[in-house]
């Protein structure tokens, strides 16, 4: 008997909703942390033991636009991926399960992950004063 339904769920089954954007991109913003700061940690590390001539490039590199787009992309990634697992912390309590609750919490991910980002550089940029 040929049964045209997919034997598993699959993401073009479903409706693409905030609450599952959020955990996939919880899923990719780790990924991202992990291979951007690996790759950027190996070649600063390498620049410093190089030469001065080497460190100087990696300097002009993370101070250029592309380099401060990385920078902001990288704590973007952080403080999403972070608020993020704190959502899912709390989902493996048992809490936020309701499907109102689980939009709203899930849309407040993306905001928090937002404000936090643009509070670390505003600090950054110009102090607590």
């Not at 905030?18 to 996939?24: D, G, K, Y």
């Not at 030469?51 to 250029?64: D, M, N």
């Amino acid at each position: 008997m040929a049964d045209s339904r997919p034997l598993s769920p699959h993401l073009s089954v479903f409706k693409w909703r905030v609450h599952m954007a959020t955990s996939i991109f919880h899923r990719v913003t780790g990924n991202a942390l992990a291979f951007g700061g690996l790759v950027l940690f190996t070649w600063w590390l390498a620049a410093a033991a190089t030469s001065r001539e080497a460190y100087e490039t990696f300097v002009s590199v993370a101070r250029s636009p592309i380099g401060w787009i990385v920078w902001v992309g990288l704590s973007w990634t952080f403080f999403h991926h972070l608020v993020s697992g704190v959502r899912h912390l709390l989902m493996d309590t048992g809490w936020g399960y309701e499907l109102g609750l689980a939009k709203s919490v899930a849309t407040i991910t993306w905001v928090m992950g937002l404000v936090l980002t643009g509070l670390f550089w505003a600090v950054y940029f110009y102090g607590l004063n």
